[in-house]
């Protein structure tokens, strides 16, 4: 398959709970209460308890992955978090291939919320395989 | 602001320094419990890590302490990984990171703290297999 700019990465929409935040708090090591503790979320000004932002990278880690399998390597990965997401509300991951130069090519990715905002955004760089 | 430009002034201090480094091993049962936290069910992280696993082996940014005067909140503000070698299980990593940089912005909703954290990830064989650029804010 060649790969060409403007190419989409089929669709990734992860439905968050409370219980996985939970279960990623635990799986990574950060217990930052606005993660799990409604009260101390509101306490800083959040309206409830929001997803990590590594979570949300995660996400947009297994679109990739998923789309790329054995055809490369990925070489980089940057997100930024743009706004906050809370759990109950689906969030779907999506891409497109943005420049393709011999077997180094890039990837714009994104999260958007239920209401088709952009609260996460980033890049990718992979390295095809010949 | 007398308080805020002495927390940014020791923070910046630090700016460069070398924190403490962690080590740790790669295990199958943390993937799997970091993989199944994010729910992805693909059957090559059983012996490799996904790409965002090395923040649950040593922590991605420090929350110093000191910062947290600044503020009442902290916000993960991005997190940029580069990749040089596959990290598979039993592997030993270890990880050092320290302050990038640190600076304040005033915005519309007030001011915000920027702490930029570099780590990066050394295996038992001493190459570097990735690093990691965080920002964190307190607000």
Redesign the interface.
């Known amino acids: 398959m060649t790969l060409k700019v403007g190419d989409a990465l089929p669709e990734l929409v992860?439905h968050p709970t409370t219980r996985?935040l939970v279960?990623?708090a635990?799986?990574?090591?950060?217990f930052?209460e606005?993660h799990y503790d409604q009260a101390f979320a509101q306490s800083?000004?959040?309206p409830g308890v929001i997803l990590?932002?590594?979570?949300k990278?995660?996400?947009l880690?297994?679109l990739?992955?998923?789309w790329l399998g054995d055809r490369g390597?990925?070489?980089?990965?940057?997100?930024?978090?743009r706004g906050i997401d809370q759990p109950g509300r689906p969030y779907s991951c999506r891409g497109r291939v943005t420049k393709v130069e011999g077997d180094q090519v890039e990837l714009e990715v994104w999260g958007e919320d239920s209401t088709g905002n952009r609260t996460t955004v980033g890049t990718a760089t992979l390295e095809m395989k010949g | 602001m007398t308080t805020s430009t002495a927390v940014i002034d020791r923070l910046r201090a630090r700016i460069g320094k070398d924190g403490p480094p962690a080590e740790a091993t790669v295990e199958a049962g943390h993937l799997k419990r970091f993989v199944e936290a994010i729910g992805d069910p693909n059957p090559r992280w059983a012996k490799e890590a996904p790409p965002t696993f090395l923040v649950a082996l040593a922590p991605a940014s420090v929350h110093l302490e000191e910062a947290e005067e600044y503020g009442k909140g902290w916000l993960n503000g991005g997190n940029r990984f580069e990749y040089f070698e596959p990290v598979k299980v039993g592997d030993r990593i270890t990880a050092t990171g320290r302050v990038a940089d640190v600076y304040e912005k005033t915005g519309s909703s007030g001011s915000l703290l920027f702490i930029i954290f570099e780590t990066d990830y050394i295996n038992q064989e001493g190459r570097k297999v990735a690093s990691l650029r965080g920002t964190a804010i307190r607000r």
């Open positions: 992860k996985q279960r990623y635990g799986a990574q090591g950060d930052y606005i800083v000004g959040l990590h932002g590594l979570l990278a995660g996400f880690g297994q990739v992955t998923d390597t990925l070489t980089s990965f940057e997100v930024s978090y």
